[in-house]
């Protein structure tokens, strides 16, 4: 009931919540107003609805690696369940549920993970500061993130995750939040124009020099780079390589 609690105290889950329950209230109003035909085609549309909707619910289970990105996709496909249900009963009723999405869309943000693993919340001054003075560990990767980007919301579990796995005193990590310090994106080469298709982005540095980076430099935003999962981040930095490295003593 914990992580109940915990998403209903989020206004993003809170009013979708709402709005998802005021179907139900609609529901059984149109009941005493349409034909007995009307109501039983809704019905089987309904049924055949939420079948529909658990199968993909079922599929993303399976393929999505964070809670944040299964969420969202949830949430998605249940607004489009809702608006094409609506429409049976009186478009009026599908276009003012399409506003209330977008007024939700506009107030409100799908939380990030909050948790941080064995990552350091870092100023762009403090990464200068570790990667310069060289008393700390010999390489680090950094995330560069901006969480009013869906991607670097859903991909926000990965890092953290990660961190726990790989952490050692060999190998460090680091979170830097763009949002807060803008000005650190042309220090690092990041584009936070466009639609952020460069966000997020890890940086591997190794005794201050930058060695490695996801996404590249010749990425072109607009091409979307693969979903952000820990198989890839761990594949594209060799970190099992330099795991086995740190545990051989090199």
């Given amino acids: ?4 609690n915990q998403m209903l105290s989020e206004p993003y889950y809170l009013f979708h919540f709402l709005t998802f329950f005021s179907y139900l209230i609609v529901r059984t109003s ?5 034909s007995p035909h009307i109501i039983n085609q809704l019905f089987h549309r309904e049924i055949q609805g ?7 619910v079922a599929i993303k289970i399976v393929r999505e690696e964070t809670w944040e990105e299964f969420i969202a996709n949830t949430l998605f496909y249940a607004k489009v369940l809702l608006l094409v249900i609506s429409l049976l009963i009186d478009y009026h009723l599908a276009l003012w549920y399409m506003v209330v999405f977008l007024v939700i869309y506009i107030l409100t943000q799908q939380p990030a993970f909050r948790g941080l693993g064995s990552a350091s919340k870092l100023t762009p001054l403090q990464l200068e500061a570790l990667l310069t003075e060289g008393k700390t560990t010999r390489f680090w990767l950094v995330e560069f993130r901006v969480l009013c980007s869906s991607t670097c919301l859903r991909a926000s579990r990965c890092f953290p995750e990660l961190s726990i796995t790989y952490s050692n005193k060999n190998l460090s990590f680091g979170i830097v939040d763009l949002g ?4 650190a994106a042309e220090k690092f080469g990041i584009s936070l124009g466009g639609s952020m298709g ?7 540095f ?3 020099a930058e060695i490695n980076r996801f996404p ?24 099992d390589r330099l795991l086995v490295e740190y545990v051989n003593g090199k």
Wanted: proline letters at 7%; zero cysteines; aromatic letters at 14%.
């Fill in 50 to 56: 939420i079948l529909t909707l658990l199968l993909l």
């Fill in 180 to 183: 807060l310090f803008p000005n």
């Fill in 1 to 4: 009931m914990e992580w109940l």
């Fill in 206 to 208: 190794q005794n201050a």
């Fill in 198 to 204: 460069q966000l997020p982005t890890y940086i591997l």
């Fill in 216 to 239: 590249e430099f010749n990425f072109e935003e607009k091409f979307s780079h693969p979903p952000i999962t820990k198989k890839l981040l761990s594949r594209h930095f060799e970190l």
């Fill in 30 to 34: 149109a009941a005493f107003v349409l």
